[in-house]
């Protein structure tokens, strides 16, 4: 079989693969924290299709969690042998996130329909479209009797959407990733598929707590102001913030790291009283050039100075922070492959990215992976009337059938 025959055998499937993906839609796989039960339900849905696909193992490796029905959290692992000892990985999540406000929606979240080419439904795109292609690339792979140039492996895992903690971080601990695999994480993307991300930005969210002293508005001279305090930290900072960490990196857009002030929390309820507390939040996104520990001791020095000088207090937490991991580089073996196999499905000419929000390629590139996150997307993750592109999901799955196939594959 050459290119051409493989890439056409995947876009008369488009029907059976678009089935699929609906079945899988009309199952909530919502985590505990949340407010649903779980990926258990659909963890059984998947790997009863996979085992039906002549594969060489489907395995299902439990995270305990007594917070879900069942106690257990399902990661599947997919696999078929190659003629090589590498190992490539596609690694998608099965949780999704909650429909939230039903009002906002035209088409039923868990009832999926296809609109002119779009499926709608709650996890169509975040990451139904590519964990669906995955599974039917593999499949083509198989139905066609095409032997994998590396061994081939897809890992389905649960809890993405809100910690890890039972998908990828449950995975890595079990040291089931070689140092020298290739792995893709399709939750990033865009609507052609012309990037792939190999590095992300460090992300910071930061508390800051200001106490100063309350007292009566016309007597502000016996108080501290808080609120008055704070906004000029608050401009100090961000001055100083983006005055030291200025460098600039052209493979992330904006180019330099961000610092915004993002949340503030109400003071009191009435206006004649100087307030004696103030807090607020800002979201940073950090070129990886940076330590986020510096960042952190930049604004402490800033609070020492404003102590000093105001008598207030200023208390400095994150609130949540990810270190950006060492960058996959452009010309690795998985960019290439990569590359290679989307040109041979689209005469397209790929480039490689940063990104500013947080990828689950970061975890892998953290224990030393070469790790890259592709997809062609629209961007309607976590959206009313989400819906991925059927035109996209055969894509996705072409793509991936090229990568698995390898040089095991006749040009044509």
Request: charged fraction near 25%; aromatic fraction near 6%.
């Amino acid at each position: 079989m050459n290119t051409r025959e493989l890439i056409d055998d995947v876009a008369g499937e488009q029907e059976i693969i678009v089935k699929a993906l609906c079945d899988m839609i009309r199952i909530k796989a919502i985590g505990p924290e949340n407010g649903g039960t779980g990926e258990a339900e659909r963890g059984r849905f998947l790997s009863d299709m996979a085992r039906g696909m002549g594969f060489d193992s489907v395995e299902v490796l439990d995270s305990e969690d007594p917070s879900v029905p069942g106690g257990k959290r399902p990661n599947i692992i997919i696999r078929k042998k190659g003629e090589t000892d590498r190992n490539i990985w596609v690694v998608t999540h099965m949780d999704i996130v909650p429909e939230g406000d039903l009002n906002a929606w035209t088409h039923p979240p868990y009832d999926p329909v296809v609109v002119d080419g779009r499926i709608y439904g709650r996890g169509t795109e975040d990451n139904g479209q590519d964990l669906i292609a995955s599974i039917f690339a593999l499949r083509a792979i198989v139905k066609n009797d095409i032997t994998p140039e590396c061994n081939i492996n897809l890992a389905l895992v649960s809890d993405e959407e809100y910690g890890m903690t039972h998908g990828i971080d449950f995975l890595l601990g079990k040291d089931i990733f070689k140092a020298e695999d290739l792995i893709v994480v399709p939750d990033y993307g865009d609507a052609d598929g012309m990037v792939i991300a190999i590095v992300e930005k460090s992300i910071a969210w930061m508390r800051v707590v200001v106490t100063g002293r309350q007292t009566h508005g016309s007597t502000p001279d016996l108080g501290i102001n808080a609120f008055e305090v704070s906004s000029r930290y608050l401009c100090e900072t961000m001055d100083r913030l983006r005055a030291r960490f200025s460098k600039s990196d052209p493979l992330f857009e904006p180019s330099r790291s961000t610092f915004v002030p993002t949340k503030s929390e109400a003071n009191g309820q009435n206006i004649n009283t100087v307030p004696g507390r103030q807090e607020f939040a800002c979201d940073f996104r950090v070129l990886p050039d940076y330590d986020l520990d510096e960042v952190m001791a930049e604004m402490r020095a800033v609070a020492d100075e404003f102590e000093k000088s105001t008598g207030a207090k200023i208390e400095i937490s994150f609130a949540d922070r990810t270190q950006s991991a060492t960058k996959t580089p452009a010309d690795s073996e998985i960019v290439l492959r990569l590359r290679e196999a989307i040109t041979a499905v689209r005469p397209i000419d790929p480039k490689v990215t940063g990104v500013g929000a947080a990828t689950c390629a970061n975890p892998f590139r953290r224990e030393g992976h070469e790790a890259a996150s592709w997809s062609a997307i629209v961007g309607t993750a976590h959206d009313a009337d989400e819906y991925a592109l059927a035109e996209n999901l055969v894509f996705d799955t072409q793509v991936y059938a090229m990568l698995f196939a390898g040089k095991n594959i006749l040009k044509g």
